[in-house]
């Protein structure tokens, strides 16, 4: 991909749907913007210490230079099933393909996934989530000052509200060489990376290449719509694309 002018591309800001309309049909999307404030991530002790037990994964001890290892689908799961690990570093060791429905997300609007997860050039194939009611989905739900890099995510997914091909919704994270295959029908808010964010998301080197549609707006390619919750920059996006067929309405 050539290099591209910098350009600021706005996203609409609430569920009323008084942001940018969005019409059916194709999209190629490119968008560099400013720098932001990078936030910072401290990396907890072993996860032994609060109830996150690393004898659950392959290896690893969760802090920054000895991640958990996430080696298959089962892995994966349980990471999703125990909030308390929510806090640590992850590394995915292979290639791993869901079976069945993805029915807990990592992380929710309760308990965030706080922490890092490197998906070591590995992809997640077969991601089935959500339902016509569902809020906060994507192979991970909800994160806050996470980061989350070097994974692909192939799948599809139907929610009611905040839906992305990698996060529902996220604050205070950074997604850096992600790229998603994911399929999303919702009702209101959906993004190839990330349905719905607050201040502070950097997405950069990243591409997203599934279908979106919904009844009543709010989509985007990388993006479905920002919720300011300070007067600091909301979205940081750098040498990223979205394509894909995108129907509203």
Request: glycine fraction near 16%.
């Amino acid at each position: 991909m050539g290099s591209t002018p910098n350009k600021e591309e706005s996203v609409p800001d609430s569920r009323d749907n008084t942001g940018p309309v969005h019409t059916p049909g194709r999209f190629v999307v490119v968008l560099i913007s400013g720098l932001i404030a990078a936030s910072s991530l401290a990396i907890a002790p072993p996860a032994s210490a609060n109830g996150c037990i690393g004898g659950n994964f392959p290896s690893g001890d969760g802090s920054a230079g000895s991640p958990f290892e996430i080696a298959d689908a089962g892995d994966l799961a349980y990471l999703a099933s125990d909030f308390r690990c929510f806090g640590y570093a992850f590394r995915q060791s292979a290639d791993i393909s869901l079976t069945g429905a993805w029915t807990t997300p990592i992380g929710d609007s309760t308990d965030f996934f706080a922490g890092t997860y490197d998906g070591g050039g590995f992809s997640v194939t077969g991601l089935s989530a959500g339902t016509p009611s569902a809020t906060d989905v994507g192979l991970f739900g909800s994160v806050s000052g996470a980061t989350i890099s070097n994974l692909t995510v192939i799948g599809a997914i139907t929610a009611d509200w905040r839906a992305g091909g990698i996060s529902g919704s996220a604050t205070n994270s950074t997604f850096r060489k992600v790229h998603t295959n994911v399929s999303i029908n919702a009702t209101d808010t959906a993004g190839g990376i990330v349905g719905s964010i607050d201040t502070g998301v950097v997405i950069e080197d990243s591409t997203a290449a599934g279908n979106i549609s919904g009844p009543n707006g709010n989509l985007g390619g990388l993006v479905g719509v920002s919720n300011p919750t300070s007067g600091s920059v909301v979205l940081t996006i750098r040498r990223s694309s979205a394509s894909g067929n995108m129907t509203s309405g």
